[in-house]
């Protein structure tokens, strides 16, 4: 990995060859689990477009995606609220639809869309994160159908997550100290 752009107090914890291995290992699980049904992916915008696109070269079946744009954190905090700023493209009714996210953090987000989606009659709606954390979540997703990694309560940077819109685009997924946020 070229490391040049890296900050050097940043911990990688899963690097650029784990991910890409453990995405083909998904794209094979998720192929055998929808092996003849067709499927809708719906990125979760901004951070789980680089997982999504990934994901979807690893699977090896005739697919649609789709994006919807949600979120909770401001300023590198969460909130209470979930904002959703896009509607999909693709009327949900009747599909099978996989919500692709690059963290499950609270779960909120991926609860409120899992129920939104599925009272626009979604016919099925399945989660996979590239990272689920170590942590409690009363009020959210208790855990992802699929996940990349299982990772400590800590704040990541890197493959899709970010702290103020920055470091999403490192190739590897790192713990991000105080300092640099």
């Avoid at 693709?90 to 609860?111: I, K, M």
């Avoid at 869309?113 to 989660?127: D, H, M, V, Y």
């Avoid at 190739?171 to 100290?177: H, K, R, S």
Wanted: hydrophobic share 40%; with cysteine.
């Amino acid at each position: 990995m070229n490391d040049e752009y890296l900050p050097k107090k940043l911990v990688v914890i899963f690097s650029e060859e784990q991910i890409a291995r453990r995405i083909a290992e998904l794209g094979q699980e998720i192929s055998r689990f929808y092996h003849h049904r067709p499927l809708t992916l719906v990125a979760i915008a901004n951070g789980g477009l680089f997982f999504c696109a990934d994901l979807a070269r690893a699977i090896k079946l005739p697919l649609q995606i789709d994006v919807i744009a949600a979120g909770s954190y401001h300023n590198d905090r969460a909130g209470d609220e979930l904002e959703v700023r896009s509607k999909l493209k693709l009327d949900p009714r009747g599909r099978d639809l996989l919500l692709v996210d690059e963290v499950l953090d609270t779960g909120r987000t991926l609860r409120i869309l899992a129920e939104q989606l599925r009272n626009l009659g979604a016919a099925s709606i399945r989660t996979v994160v590239a990272v689920e954390k170590s942590r409690e979540r009363p009020d959210g997703l208790a855990g992802a159908d699929w996940r990349g990694f299982l990772a400590p309560d800590r704040y990541l940077v890197g493959y899709g997550l970010d702290s103020r819109e920055r470091f999403r685009n490192l190739p590897c997924i790192a713990m991000l100290p105080e300092e640099l946020r």
